[in-house]
């Protein structure tokens, strides 16, 4: 089963690595040649730590499936971090999108409250004409060795309909190099999800950091709307409609072994 209508439950030991929202609008120039003074002003209280950078997008690839298909680069987008004084929240606005990202997620509740007003400034001082994507992401990082497991096989900790061939009695789980479930689908009418599911190593990219060598699990959860024109009046609805469906994929995910771990 994909999903459950398990009771949704804040676990102390939640494997919860990183919690990101991001509201996508048609272009805004002025936010990429000019310095948000007043958004910065409105949210200085909750996010004093500033920052800028300039980020470089992917090349274009034109003319794919011809005889002389061209590369063309993408000019630079200013990406403005405006953080917490904890370090534990970071919003992020440019020209295309705001986004609210925290790695110490503890409720939903907190997290919409902490998203609420400067959202509602951003509306406020730009004017997005509307949102062409809504997008919550959940990314979830089990470590055996954290929650006392390391017993334990994958299949006593995972559903099978995200474990693939690990979920089968005959399969050895030391002797699959790798095993991950990709999936993009529909949830309802208006949202979609992309999900991955499996396990990997999770690499430090500082340089010279020392690399963790424990094989973990890793479910994530990238739940969106898209491709319609979404009203800022419409905004909070949304998000409770993609949380939903994130709490029902999460826990169609566990078995009752890992929610007993969880729950300390």
Same mark, same amino acid.
């Given at each position: 089963?994909?999903? $459950?209508?398990?009771?949704?439950?804040?676990?102390?030991?939640?494997?919860?690595? %990183?919690?990101?929202?991001?509201?996508?609008?048609?272009?805004?120039? &002025?936010?990429?040649?000019?310095?948000?003074?007043?958004?910065?002003?409105?949210?200085?209280?909750?996010?004093?730590?500033?920052?800028?950078?300039?980020?470089?997008?992917?090349?274009?690839?034109?003319?794919?499936?011809?005889?002389?298909?061209? +590369?063309?680069?993408?000019?630079?987008?200013?990406?403005?971090?405006?953080?917490? &004084?904890?370090?534990?929240?970071?919003?992020?606005?440019?020209?295309?999108?705001?986004?609210?990202?925290?790695?110490?997620?503890?409720?939903?509740?907190?997290?919409?409250?902490?998203?609420?007003?400067?959202?509602?400034?951003?509306?406020?001082?730009?004017?997005?004409?509307?949102?062409?994507?809504?997008?919550?992401?959940?990314?979830?990082?089990?470590?055996?060795?954290?929650?006392?497991?390391?017993?334990?096989?994958?299949?006593?900790?995972?559903?099978?309909?995200?474990?693939?061939?690990?979920?089968?009695?005959?399969?050895?789980?030391?002797?699959?190099?790798?095993?991950?479930?990709?999936? %993009?689908?529909?949830?309802?009418? $208006?949202?979609? +999800?992309?999900?991955?599911?499996?396990?990997?190593?999770?690499?430090?990219?500082?340089?010279?950091?020392?690399?963790?060598? %424990?094989?973990?699990?890793?479910?994530?959860?990238?739940?969106?709307?898209?491709?319609?024109?979404?009203?800022?009046?419409?905004?909070?609805?949304?998000?409770?409609?993609?949380?939903?469906?994130? &709490?029902?994929?999460?826990?169609?995910?566990?078995?009752?072994?890992?929610?007993?771990?969880? %729950?300390?």
């Amino acid at each position: 089963m994909l999903f $459950s209508d398990h009771e949704r439950c804040i676990y102390p030991r939640t494997p919860l690595h %990183e919690v990101i929202c991001q509201l996508r609008f048609p272009t805004i120039l &002025t936010i990429g040649t000019r310095e948000p003074a007043d958004f910065q002003e409105a949210i200085r209280g909750d996010f004093p730590r500033f920052a800028v950078r300039q980020d470089v997008p992917a090349p274009k690839l034109n003319g794919v499936g011809t005889a002389h298909p061209t +590369v063309e680069n993408q000019p630079p987008v200013t990406n403005y971090h405006f953080v917490s &004084t904890d370090g534990a929240w970071k919003l992020n606005l440019t020209q295309d999108f705001i986004a609210l990202s925290t790695l110490h997620y503890t409720s939903w509740e907190a997290f919409a409250h902490m998203l609420d007003q400067p959202l509602g400034h951003f509306i406020r001082i730009y004017q997005p004409a509307f949102f062409e994507r809504i997008g919550l992401r959940y990314l979830n990082i089990l470590s055996r060795r954290q929650l006392g497991l390391e017993g334990h096989d994958w299949s006593e900790l995972i559903e099978s309909p995200y474990l693939g061939p690990l979920s089968q009695s005959d399969v050895r789980e030391d002797g699959v190099g790798k095993c991950a479930l990709d999936v %993009e689908m529909r949830l309802d009418s $208006s949202c979609q +999800v992309r999900l991955h599911a499996g396990p990997g190593r999770v690499q430090n990219g500082a340089p010279g950091a020392p690399q963790d060598q %424990e094989v973990k699990f890793i479910l994530d959860l990238d739940l969106f709307m898209s491709g319609s024109s979404i009203a800022d009046a419409l905004v909070p609805g949304a998000l409770e409609t993609l949380h939903g469906h994130s &709490t029902r994929l999460f826990q169609g995910a566990v078995t009752d072994t890992l929610r007993e771990a969880m %729950e300390g």
